[in-house]
Every structure is written in C-alpha cells, then in structure tokens.
C-alpha cells in the first residue's frame, strides 16, 4: 500500500479532488484517516449478507478503490446478485476494475462505472451503500438523491449512510474535530499535513447533523432510521425501507 504524503510539504490551498494522485494513495489514506473503517467495511458486509436477496441489485456509490464492494462481495454467500459500484472519479474506476481482475477476486459480479450518482437510475435495490459519499455531494442535492435510493429499493431494503457529521452544540462539536485530528496524529500524520488537509476539503466535504439526516431519510420514505457505528465526529447509519 502507498503511503499517503499528499499533505506533507507546504502547498498553497486548493480544494481536494479525487485525482490520480489520491487514487494512487487511497487506500492508505482513508484508513488512517477514518476511525474505524476496516470495522465499518466488514460490518458493511455482514449487513449486505444479512438484505441481499437473490436476484437483486446492490448500489455502491462513490466507490472508491471497492472497499465496500468488496467487503460485501466476499460476505455474500450466493453469487445471484448484481453490484453496481460507481464513482466519477476515473482514477478510482480504472484502478477498481485492475483490483477486479487480481485472482482472489475474479467472479465476482461487480461491475464497475464511471458516472456522477446524482445522475443514475435505481431499480430492484435491496442494498445501497453511501460509505462517506454524501459528505461530497452538494447539499441541495441531497434530498434528490436520497429520494431517488428510497424509490430504487425494495421494500424491506436498507440504505447504509456513513458519514463525517456535525455537532450541534458547539463545545461538544469543537471537542470531536480536536479528538479527531488527535487521532490522525496518532495515525503518523504531522499536524501540518491535518492542518493541509482540513483546508483543502473545507468547500468540499459539508457535514450535517445526525438529525439533519434522519430527517431526510423519513421523508424519503424509510421508516426506521437508526445510527450502528459512531466514533467522535463519523458515523454509520442504517435505513429500512417500509
Ligand atoms: C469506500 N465508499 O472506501 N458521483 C460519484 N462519485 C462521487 C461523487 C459523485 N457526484 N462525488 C464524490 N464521489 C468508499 C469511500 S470516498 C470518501 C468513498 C472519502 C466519490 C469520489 O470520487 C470518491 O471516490 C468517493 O465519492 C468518496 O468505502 O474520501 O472520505
């Protein structure tokens, strides 16, 4: 795995895209830069195990390298599914496909696109994965998507939302984002490289609430909304469709 030095030498701002340069580093980079993200990729699968039902489609959007693709495709004991795994990254597609035909995962049924989610068709869904996408997407944007999941899925289906998140009371919010970046230290980043970084994806990655989500997943129509994973300020939620 590539190590993440993006950040490392002094830069002037700009905001953080998903190149080729952080494709190239990705894996390294979100895992010590999530906490709790090899946990929340298994668990991920065990929850896609538990809904996927044969002759269904499974969403992963925002993709990436496949973390979660992955991780569902090795704990799904049938193979009578289709999983769609989009990203509008080219970097991260091209990379993902490369991953797909390594051995220990041939066969899989994945297929891998390069498009923007807003812009997609959901149908026969029992699981769709947003694992830290969201976050990305433009807020006003939001609500759309997020409709479009709910009538994408089956009834009974589940919609796996994972994201950075905001506090409302704002001690508590400024204690979790200095716990956090105490944590990237501790993962080996220099406190210039979490400094770099915070900068370049202030315009970029807009947090909500934990309320601000589960408001808008009951109005898109999933009846039971709860939070399975959180550690300071990220967090996993999973939605039922009624
Ligand atoms: C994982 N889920 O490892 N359409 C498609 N993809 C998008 C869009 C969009 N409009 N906006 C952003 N992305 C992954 C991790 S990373 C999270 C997801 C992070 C993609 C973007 O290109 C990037 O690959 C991904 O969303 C976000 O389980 O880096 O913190």
Not at 122 to 136: E, R
Not at 173 to 195: R, W
Request: aromatic residues 8%.
């Amino acid at each position: 795995m590539k190590t993440d030095t993006i950040f490392a030498a002094p830069q002037s701002r700009s905001d953080f895209v998903f190149d080729d340069k952080v494709a190239s580093v990705f894996s390294d980079m979100i895992n010590r830069s999530v906490p709790g993200y090899a946990t929340i990729l298994s668990m991920i699968g065990v929850l896609a195990a538990r809904f996927c039902v044969p002759g269904t489609r499974i969403y992963d959007l925002g993709s990436s390298l496949g973390g979660a693709s992955l991780a569902m495709a090795h704990q799904i004991a049938h193979r009578d599914y289709e999983l769609l795994a989009i990203d509008n990254s080219s970097a991260m597609t091209t990379r993902l496909e490369s991953l797909l035909s390594l051995p220990e995962h041939q066969a899989l049924p994945i297929t891998v696109s390069c498009a923007d989610i807003c812009d997609i068709d959901i149908s026969n869904a029992t699981v769709v994965v947003l694992n830290f996408t969201l976050q990305f997407i433009a807020p006003d944007r939001r609500d759309a998507l997020i409709k479009t999941i709910a009538d994408g899925l089956r009834p009974g289906g589940i919609l796996i939302l994972s994201e950075k998140i905001r506090f409302p009371a704002e001690p508590l919010n400024d204690l979790f984002i200095d716990l956090y970046h105490e944590f990237k230290q501790a993962q080996g980043y220099s406190a210039l490289e979490v400094a770099q970084k915070r900068a370049a994806l202030e315009n970029v990655l807009i947090p909500e609430t934990i309320d601000a989500h589960k408001q808008r997943l009951h109005t898109a129509g999933f009846s039971s909304c709860d939070v399975w994973f959180q550690c300071f300020n990220f967090c996993s939620m999973v939605a039922v469709r009624s």
